[in-house]
């Protein structure tokens, strides 16, 4: 069993930045971050493996950088240059499979409480 515990969200304005952080319990292969706005689906953020390879929905990339402490248990989201669309519930999830699979929500084995991220205009 994992237990991840999100924190780091909040409000900003359009353009600022903001850093999520996931605390995880265990060890899991792949670690990734997942948003879900109101009214839409959850979609895939970023990911990271084992091997520190990293992927990214096409929306976010050259903005957002995922990372983790590998001494801390902890996965990061660095989220820059944020706009409106950004807002929604943001996720940690955490899967045993040795590739991330980013545009499977269903497929991660254990998830976050979330935290909440609003971007104004």
């Known amino acids: 069993q994992v237990q991840l515990v999100e924190s780091g969200g909040g409000s900003v304005q359009a353009g600022g930045s903001l850093r999520l952080s996931c605390a995880a319990s265990?060890?899991?292969?792949?670690l990734g971050w997942f948003r879900q706005a109101p009214g839409k689906e959850r979609e895939g953020v970023a990911t990271i493996n084992g091997g520190g390879v990293t992927t990214y929905t096409g929306s976010v990339k050259g903005r957002f950088t995922i990372s983790k402490d590998n001494a801390k248990n902890t996965l990061y989201l660095q989220m820059n240059s944020l706009k409106p669309e950004d807002t929604a519930m943001y996720f940690c999830?955490?899967?045993?499979?040795?590739?991330?699979?980013?545009?499977?929500?269903?497929?991660?084995?254990?998830w976050g409480q979330g935290t909440q991220v609003t971007v104004s205009s």
């Open positions: 999830a955490a899967d045993y499979a040795p590739w991330c699979r980013i545009q499977s929500s269903s497929a991660w084995d254990y």
């Open positions: 265990g060890y899991t292969a792949c």
